[in-house]
């Protein structure tokens, strides 16, 4: 019997179902991605964007005051007017026939200067609203550039580029349309509608009671309005970012998406997300043409109401005519601004929409936040450079396979150590936990005795330099691209770090040696000349600890023996992890560590694995006999170009 269940299992206490602050995870990501938000969702949201919003208006709190002000007194001045010609019509007009046009003069003074008034206040207004609009726009772009700069290299490897671009462009173009476009109107809008039902209630109550009763319906459509717009902006949203995502991968990937033909696949995926954010804004200008005919024919309406009534009583001799010409004149003015309420409901759905989108991207955590009280590392400390794994186990996500296992591994300062392994057996993630781009899931990274989550960024970012296979090459020259290690470092600097490494010869040989432009047309480098320049980068960069991952694998024989070399200058004084493939560079480590599924299996010198008959032995075994020559593992480099 389905009914019979006991109540308490289904009542769960609200604080379960309703955290107070969830943590953000893709989860939340989700939940928020979808168009319609359940209460608990939505309403923080909304909270979120509101406290944005306020955090962006602070600053400029004093210049909104005056703005408001001056949007005010424009108001009045306007709403004026119609009193002045309900007065020129009952008592001006009729005096003026009588000889006496005195009256008269002051109602049409008073309605120019009313006029002039309104239009200074309305300058003042549009002057003041324009530099907070953009100055709130500046802030909140640099905003997302910071936040999008500091998050960690995790954040990015789960939310696309494409996403935070969104942000950045099209996201805050939603801002920018409401703030630039109609704001004004909305504080207009709104002082009118308040103003005019506070005169229409003085002027004629009868009449104004018929006003009041038509608004029942307009609110109404407006609640309706809004609900549905939010809905499909939201939505809009979501597939601008989808979109431009699609966009930058096929555009970035350009020689993969032709090698494989998949131009029709890219071109069909890109043709569905674009017809995916057509019907969305198709929906919402939908539900705007609906808003605005309704708010329109209820206008309507009311109007010919009012004018049958009025026409009426002015016969009956209840209301003079005047009265009735400024609240017919009032009653216009009423029904427009709700017009235009109607379109910055749309401006402002689409905006909040975009808000809820920023506000979440603002709002999303550092996995690898900075310490609050960072531990120094004391800069003549004795053999710096100790890297100590304790107990580490790691998984990328939550529910994900772990990846590491109780990894213990203590690396004595100085030391370089080679890891092999197959693919997929978490070298790379080795180096990523000791760069700091992840914490282990439990356990700890330690530098010279203290936890990585201890030591503050900059202080890491000195001691510790990761080299990876994405040798990426920034806008501007060679030398600049080098310099980034060490900025302010000078061109001899630069230049002895090249002949170190070797790759002053092929710098120097290039139209404008260290002056070239690495990403100018006709001058990209090829994948190996781009190591040269990563590692000469590392090297004048000089950290305690080098990460090297796969950093020498795309150079060809001649140019690796060059880097073998310049290794041994590169690795001298400091603590080395080298993930590498090639015979030639495990030789020359003073420790191979074997990796298998995510934990250590062999670790020893390289000439005593050699011959131990363990796993690296036969790698070992195999490496030689595809190079067809006995290898002799004390000829360091004996090797070059196995693989
Ligand atoms: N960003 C990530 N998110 C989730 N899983 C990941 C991520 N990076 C790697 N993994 C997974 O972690 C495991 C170890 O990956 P890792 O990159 O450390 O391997 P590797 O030993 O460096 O392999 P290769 O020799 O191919 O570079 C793999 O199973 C991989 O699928
Ligand atoms: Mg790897």
């Known amino acids: 019997m389905s009914g019979g269940e006991p109540a308490a299992e289904v009542l769960e206490p609200v604080s379960a179902a309703v955290p107070e602050a969830p943590a953000r995870t893709a989860d939340t990501e989700a939940v928020e991605d979808a168009a319609v938000l359940d209460r608990a969702t939505h309403r923080r949201v909304r909270r979120r964007s509101r406290a944005l919003l306020y955090s962006l208006l602070r600053p400029w709190r004093w210049q909104v005051v005056v703005a408001m002000a001056a949007l005010i007194l424009e108001n009045v001045a306007q709403l004026i007017g119609p009193l002045l010609i309900a007065q020129a019509i009952d008592h001006g007009i009729p005096r003026a026939v009588a000889g006496d046009s005195g009256r008269l003069m002051w109602c049409v003074a008073g309605f120019t200067g009313c006029g002039v008034l309104a239009a200074a206040a309305r300058f003042g207004f549009f002057r003041l609203s324009g530099a907070i609009g953009q100055s709130l726009l500046l802030d909140l772009r640099t905003r997302i550039f910071q936040h999008a700069r500091r998050l960690p290299v995790a954040f990015h490897e789960s939310y696309t580029s494409g996403k935070v671009i969104s942000r950045l462009t099209s996201d805050i173009d939603a801002v920018r349309d409401l703030v630039e476009g109609s704001l004004d109107g909305l504080l207009t809008s709104l002082l009118t509608v308040a103003g005019i039902t506070v005169l229409l209630l003085w002027l004629d109550l009868p009449l104004a009671l018929i006003v009041l009763v038509s608004i029942v319906p307009l609110v109404m459509m407006t609640r309706w309005f809004r609900e549905r717009s939010q809905r499909a902006y939201r939505r809009a949203r979501n597939t601008v970012a989808d979109i431009i995502t699609q966009f930058g991968e096929t555009m970035n990937a350009v020689r993969a998406v032709q090698a494989f033909r998949a131009e029709r696949r890219k071109h069909a995926a890109m043709n569905d997300l674009n017809e995916v954010f057509r019907d969305a804004h198709t929906e919402a200008l939908g539900v705007v043409a609906r808003y605005t005919a309704g708010v329109r024919l209820a206008g309507n309406i009311a109007l010919a109401l009012v004018l049958a009534l009025g026409c009426w009583r002015v016969n009956e001799g209840a209301l003079p005519l005047g009265v009735l010409t400024a609240f017919v004149l009032y009653l216009r003015r009423f029904y427009d601004p709700l017009d235009e309420l109607a379109t910055f409901t749309n401006l402002y759905a689409a905006a909040s929409a975009a808000l809820e989108k920023i506000s979440g991207f603002l709002a999303t955590p550092s996995s690898v936040p900075e310490p609050e009280a960072p531990k120094p590392l004391p800069a003549d400390r004795p053999g710096r450079g100790r890297l100590v794994f304790r107990a580490v186990d790691f998984r990328y996500a939550a ?245």
Do not use: C
């Open 399 to 643: 529910d994900g396979p772990v990846v590491l296992h109780r990894l213990d591994l203590t690396i004595p300062a100085g030391q370089t150590v080679a890891v092999v392994g197959a693919t997929g057996a978490g070298k790379s993630t080795i180096g990523k936990l000791a760069a700091r781009f992840y914490d282990p899931s439990s356990g700890q990274v330690l530098l010279d005795g203290v936890d990585l989550r201890e030591i503050a960024d900059a202080d890491l970012r000195r001691e510790l330099t990761l080299v990876t296979q994405e040798n990426f090459l920034f806008t501007g020259t060679i030398a600049e691209n080098i310099a980034l290690a060490r900025p302010g470092a000078s061109r001899a600097e630069v230049r002895a770090a090249a002949e170190a490494i070797g790759a002053d010869a092929f710098i120097s040989g290039l139209p404008d040696g260290y002056d070239t432009e690495v990403r100018k047309r006709g001058n990209r480098l090829s994948a190996g000349q781009r190591q040269m320049v990563a590692l000469t980068r590392a090297f004048l960069a000089d950290p305690t600890v080098l990460l090297l991952d796969e950093a020498t694998s795309s150079l060809d024989i001649p140019t690796e023996l060059t880097v073998q070399r310049a290794l041994g200058a590169l690795l001298a004084d400091r603590t080395a992890v080298i993930i590498a493939h090639r015979l030639s560079t495990v030789l020359a480590a003073d420790r191979v560590l074997v990796l298998e599924h995510g934990r250590v299996v062999e670790d020893g010198s390289p000439r005593e694995l050699a011959v131990a008959g363990g796993p690296f032995g036969l790698l070992y075994a195999r490496w030689s006999a595809s190079l067809g020559e006995d290898a002799d593992p004390d000829r360091p480099g004996a090797a070059p170009g196995a693989r």
